[in-house]
Each structure stands twice: as structure tokens, then as C-alpha cells.
């Protein structure tokens, strides 16, 4: 099946520092992908759709000058934590779907990326 | 707009017997329906999927899923439980469109006992 890779998996940083998250499709071109937010026990929560090539959609409630997410290629999306303060602190999954199977509807997840904020 | 609802936070069962988690969905049109578990500090792996065709959908590791479209529901099912299906379960609805992110259940934890 198709790959969705995650880097870094587990990243802990200072208060007020900013924290880039990367999502990559290894073995198809993803024109859009997908950034979730997971709490502790609790569901995946969208955050926004990220188009290659044009800003991303947000969901309502997410600050886009927080959660900063770049999409510059058709294998690679960024999330940048701006300015992480520990309420940020949380687990982030990217998906993307392999434009091929569109008609099967299914997404492919990358493994997570747990931030800590102290 | 599409939503997912799973009513129980837990479901405990023995070892050897069957198994339900719940899930009923909200969504204009056809539906893509999924069904994902979760183990600790790990992402999601895919079980099953209802995109179209037969009803009863058959999965990874023994699972299966029926769709029903009156109730609107898609019962994730396991004739047997064992006690490392222990984990996080998730359903998820995608509208039939694409472009469009997959909506999550709250989830639900299965527990085996053995």
C-alpha cells in the first residue's frame, strides 16, 4: 500500500520556540493532504486540507498563524508550530490519498508526530 | 455537513467471544465508511472500508463490518476476540467526493480480558 512518512516522531521543545513537522508521500504524488490534531485518548480532530501549490483550508476554531502549513511539492507537507506554548502539546497525523484510487476513498495515514512543549 | 458517531467509550469482552463496537454515520450522499485501530503512541491502521457493493465488509485480522443504510449504521464485528485486539477503534466517514478529509468517531476501547 501506499507510504505516508512522519518526521520527527517525537519532538520536545522549550516554550515560545517554533516546531516544523513534515509529512512526505513516498511512493505517489499527494495533492492534497490532510493534518489532524489527537488529544490524549480522544478522537482525530481536522485541522486543515493542504493543497500543493495554494494556501491550505483551516478548519473553523484553528489558527492559521499558529499552525502553519506549507504543501510546496506534491511529496512533501509542513506543519509549523508557531511560537509552541504547552496547551500545543498533542499528538499530529498527516494523511494523504493516492489520487489513482480516488474512487476507493481511502486515506493513508503517516505515523504521528508527538510534540511536547514544556 | 458529515459526522460520526460511536455511543460507547469502552467495550469489554472475553477472550474467545464475540465482539460489536458501534458506529452510526451522518453524511450527504454516499457514504465511504472506515473503520481504524490505534494502539498507544502509534498512528492509525486500516481495517476495513465500505465504499460500495456488498454490505458486509470483511477486514483485516478477523474483522468485518455491515453497512446499513436504513440505519444508517457500520458495526465493526469479530466472531472471536483476542486479547491483542485490545486497542484505540475509530470510525470514520468520508463523503463519496474528492478532495475530502476523512470525519473520526470519538473512538472506542476495546478491551479483551483473557
Known amino acids: 500500500g501506499a507510504v505516508v512518512s512522519q518526521h520527527p516522531s517525537w519532538v520536545i521543545c522549550k516554550s515560545g520556540t517554533s516546531v516544523k513537522i513534515e509529512c512526505r508521500s513516498l511512493?505517489?504524488?499527494?495533492?492534497?493532504m490532510f493534518w489532524y490534531r489527537q488529544f490524549p485518548k480522544q478522537s482525530l480532530m481536522l485541522m486543515a486540507t493542504s493543497n500543493e501549490g495554494s494556501k491550505a483550508t483551516y478548519e473553523q476554531g484553528v489558527e492559521k498563524d499558529k499552525f502553519l502549513i506549507n504543501h510546496a511539492s506534491l511529496t512533501l507537507s509542513t506543519l509549523t508550530v508557531t511560537s509552541a506554548h504547552p496547551e500545543d502539546s498533542s499528538f499530529y497525523i498527516c494523511?494523504?490519498?493516492?489520487?489513482?484510487?480516488?474512487?476507493?476513498?481511502?486515506?493513508?495515514f503517516g505515523e504521528g508526530s508527538r510534540l511536547t512543549v514544556l | 455537513a458529515q459526522s460520526v458517531a460511536q455511543p460507547e467509550d469502552q467495550v469489554n469482552v472475553a477472550e474467545g467471544n464475540p465482539l460489536t463496537v458501534k458506529c452510526t454515520y451522518s453524511?450527504?450522499?454516499?457514504?465511504?465508511l472506515f473503520w481504524y485501530v490505534q494502539y498507544p503512541n502509534r498512528g492509525l491502521q486500516f481495517l476495513l472500508k465500505y465504499i460500495t457493493g456488498d454490505n458486509l465488509v470483511k477486514g483485516s485480522y478477523g474483522f468485518e463490518a455491515e453497512f446499513n443504510k436504513s440505519q444508517t449504521s457500520f458495526h465493526l464485528k469479530k466472531p472471536s476476540a483476542l486479547v491483542s485486539d485490545s486497542a484505540l477503534y475509530f470510525c470514520a466517514v468520508r463523503e463519496n467526493q474528492a478532495g475530502t478529509a476523512l470525519i473520526f468517531g470519538k473512538g472506542t476501547t476495546l478491551s479483551v480480558s483473557s
Open positions: 511512493d505517489f504524488q499527494a495533492t492534497t
Open positions: 494523511s494523504a490519498g493516492v489520487p489513482g484510487l480516488a474512487g476507493t476513498g481511502e486515506l493513508f
Open positions: 453524511v450527504s450522499g454516499n457514504p465511504y
